[in-house]
């Protein structure tokens, strides 16, 4: 089984900046993709940012120019630098990853993280 923990939430206010980590962990041969979903109040889960591979980034229009995911391959670990927070940024955030588990058999799992609270407020 494999595990997604979530740290780095917290409050901040307007302008500010928070980086956000996720560690995988559990039976993984291969993590093709790992990202940063979240969810407002009284909203849909909706797609923050993802890295595909070693160096693909894609970002939601509404975070571009702000947020900045990396991947370090070697802990396993992916991160969510997020700049110039505004109100609307607050929700929890998930991690997400889909990982390959066995070297012989190429089917691809989802997992989630339980989430971090990242509430930008004055």
């Known amino acids: 089984q494999v595990q997604l923990v979530e740290s780095g939430g917290g409050l901040v206010q307007p302008g500010g900046s928070l980086r956000l980590s996720c560690a995988a962990s559990?039976?993984?041969?291969?993590?093709?993709?790992m990202g940063w979903y979240r969810q407002a109040p009284g909203k849909e889960r909706e797609l923050v940012a993802r890295?595909?591979?070693?160096?693909?980034?894609a970002y939601a229009d509404s975070v571009k120019g702000r947020f900045t995911i990396s991947r370090d391959n070697a802990k396993e670990m992916v991160y969510l630098q997020m700049n110039t927070l505004k109100p609307e940024d607050t929700a929890v955030y998930f991690c997400?990853?889909?990982?390959?588990?066995?070297?012989?058999?190429?089917?691809?799992?989802?997992?989630w993280g339980q989430g971090t609270q990242v509430t930008v407020s004055s």
């Open positions: 997400n990853a889909q990982v390959q588990i066995h070297r012989w058999l190429p089917v691809e799992s989802t997992y």
């Open positions: 559990g039976s993984i041969f291969k993590i093709n993709g």
């Open positions: 890295i595909i591979g070693e160096n693909s980034p």
